[in-house]
């Protein structure tokens, strides 16, 4: 599987935005669309080539899912209000896959979505995941209550460590278990000592919700990875 890549959908607020080529203005067919979408990703000089079982940036995903719609109907390209026919040479195909939180429900479903993967038999993938089911809600609340200054945000920081501990030992072993469950552990006190700064200022910015919110797709991502490699 040559150029697969994990990503999880929102953009954190701290990435800079690419400037934008000119869009198209004709129709074309789904592998000439593809083809533009392969340019523009090599324009933004994001990743010449993406490598095995690269996690791409959250921002990166979005950027490519907003390129793919500006590009799905388009070969010719406006300049200063003339048509000028652009050759685009051909390059490989990707297949996009998107999987909300419900496909990433349990890990009997992480599993599921990692044979359908695997079962794909194109060589440049990418695939959007979302954070567990209710994980984004459990998330939010956490910033609830710790600028609420509720004490039992700690309480529920450690039923968010649970669930995905639960999760990852049902669905993984040895190193790789050993790999995601260190990370979580090291998240896991990140967050602790984010809610508690949040819990001691009474409020949260915009951009400390997001470091919060964030870790919850960063896991499912991380965890379909590792199921991944796992079938490979």
Request: with cysteine; charged share 25%; glycine share 6%.
């Amino acid at each position: 599987m040559r150029g697969l890549a994990v990503a999880s959908p929102l953009a954190p607020a701290s990435a800079s935005a690419a400037p934008r080529r000119p869009r198209a203005s004709s129709s074309a067919g789904r592998g000439n669309s593809f083809t533009m979408l392969e340019e523009r990703v090599k324009s933004r000089k994001i990743f010449g080539r993406l490598p095995k079982d690269r996690l791409l940036s959250r921002k990166f995903a979005q950027t490519l899912f907003k390129e793919f719609v500006q590009t799905s109907c388009c070969l010719a390209i406006s300049v200063e209000q003339d048509e000028v026919n652009t050759y685009l040479p051909k390059g490989d195909m990707w297949s996009v896959h998107k999987f909300g939180g419900t496909c990433m429900g349990t890990p009997q479903r992480i599993q599921s979505v990692a044979e359908i993967i695997l079962g794909d038999s194109s060589e440049r993938k990418l695939i959007i995941v979302s954070a567990m089911s209710k994980v984004t809600d459990m998330m939010y609340n956490l910033v609830h209550k710790a600028q609420s200054r509720d004490e039992s945000y700690t309480i529920a920081l450690e039923e968010v460590f649970e669930k995905h501990m639960a999760a990852a030992k049902d669905l993984l072993d040895g190193e790789d278990l050993a790999r995601f469950l260190s990370q979580l552990q090291s998240d896991i006190s990140n967050l602790r000592a984010m809610l508690r700064a949040i819990y001691i200022a009474g409020h949260a910015t915009e951009s400390f919700s997001d470091f919060v919110v964030g870790h919850g797709e960063l896991w499912s991502a991380h965890m379909l990875s590792y199921a991944i490699k796992k079938g490979i």
